[in-house]
Structures are given as structure tokens and as C-alpha cells.
């Protein structure tokens, strides 16, 4: 619960993944469809994608798979497709990886570990893997924190970009909570090569947000 909190000093407060671009390029003004994004958002980038990623690297880490660990984070860092995401993915990577070295720092057994993710350069999904595995925690609890956390970050975007209230952002919440479970069943059950990054509008969105007059955010 500890790493599904917003509160993590990683920095995902400042990022939208498109959000506000989708806010100021492509019309979406209603609670109902910042909540249908986020939901397309979850299914087709996050389970098939992140989500799905995560959950092979914990096994390779709680494995010491280094090689895997390796090829995995490899194909985060190609999936990113404009230079905003891969600045997201390795910012909060970075964080993430100086937040297990203070917290676990007299882990002798951990640090070798740490210190692998920080020379690869670290992405998000594989050092928030790192963090998941030195816990207990079973996979689909990993996925369903990890997802958490996401939705919790969105929905907060959506708030401060948009003429949204409070009320309006629980039941936005409400509705990914419902949808994250199966999600993260779909994640769990993908083998390596069936996991996909294809969201080209995505992309789109977050090449005009690099250029966008006016942004709260860096993605």
C-alpha cells in the first residue's frame, strides 16, 4: 500500500500521460469522458502494457533474473514514443531507484539489486517491480497497488487541468477501481510476447503536448 501511494517521492503528481493534451486538443470536457479515457487508458495501455511488464519483473527480480530484468526494461524504454513519456518512465525511475537505496540502505542483500537498476538508466515499471518484490505481497496484490496509484494520479490530473469537483473525481475513481481487478487478471495472464504499447493517438497527444502554450503538467 505504502508504493501505491501518491505520496511516493517519485514524482507522478506532475505528470498527465496526455490528459491534459486530450483536455486541450481533443475537446474532452465532461466527467463522463475523462472517466471513458481513463478506462481505455487502463485496458489498452496499462494492462496490455505496463501492467503486464510488471508483473514478469517481479518474478525476474525475485528470480535475480538480470538478463530479463534487463530485456524488460529495454522494451519499456522502446515503447515510449516521444521524448515526454521516456522522460516520465526514466525521471521516475531514477526516483524510484533512490528511494529503495535510502530506504533499504543496510540491505546488503538488496543493494546489488538496486544497484543493477540504476546503470541500465532505470524505467518506472521495472524499479517499481524492484520495490514490489521485497515484499511478500502476491503478484496480482503488486498490480492492483500499481494500478491504484496510477488511477489515483489520473483522476488528480483531471481535477487540476478541467473544471471537475471532488465528487465528480470519486465516481471517476470508482469506476477504474471496479475496472483495475480484471485488469490486472488480463496483465497477470500475458506471456512476453503477446504484451503490446500500440496507442497512436496517444502519441499524437503527447507530441502536441510538448508544444502546448499553456500546461500544468509535464507529460
Do not use: C
Not at 133 to 149: H, I
Not at 184 to 208: C, K
Amino acid at each position: 500500500m505504502w508504493l501505491a501511494s501518491p505520496a511516493l517521492p517519485v514524482g507522478g503528481f506532475s505528470y498527465s500521460e496526455g490528459l491534459e493534451s486530450a483536455i486541450e486538443n481533443a475537446g474532452m470536457a465532461t466527467e463522463a469522458a475523462v472517466g471513458n479515457w481513463l478506462q481505455d487508458q487502463l485496458q489498452i495501455a496499462q494492462a496490455r502494457g505496463d501492467m503486464a511488464l510488471i508483473a514478469k519483473a517481479v518474478g525476474a527480480w525475485r528470480r535475480n533474473d538480470l538478463a530479463h530484468v534487463r530485456g524488460l526494461n529495454d522494451w519499456v524504454l522502446q515503447t515510449r514514443e516521444t521524448s515526454e513519456m521516456r522522460l516520465q518512465t526514466e525521471q521516475m525511475g531514477r526516483s524510484m531507484a533512490d528511494w529503495l537505496r535510502n530506504q533499504h540502505q543496510d540491505d546488503e542483500a538488496l543493494m546489488p539489486a538496486v544497484r543493477h537498476l540504476a546503470g541500465l538508466p532505470p524505467t518506472y515499471p521495472v524499479a517499481f517491480a524492484l520495490a514490489a518484490s521485497t515484499t511478500q505481497a502476491p503478484v496480482r496484490d503488486v498490480l492492483l497497488a500499481y494500478a491504484f496509484g496510477w488511477a489515483e494520479n489520473m483522476v488528480q490530473a483531471a481535477l487540476k487541468s478541467m473544471q471537475l469537483g471532488q465528487n465528480a473525481g470519486q465516481r471517476i475513481l470508482a469506476r477504474l477501481a471496479d475496472a483495475i481487478p480484471a485488469a490486472a487478471d488480463h496483465a497477470i495472464g500475458l506471456m512476453d510476447s503477446e504484451r503490446q504499447a500500440f496507442s497512436p493517438m496517444l502519441a499524437i497527444l503527447s507530441a502536441q503536448h510538448e508544444t502546448q502554450y499553456s500546461r500544468l503538467f509535464r507529460s
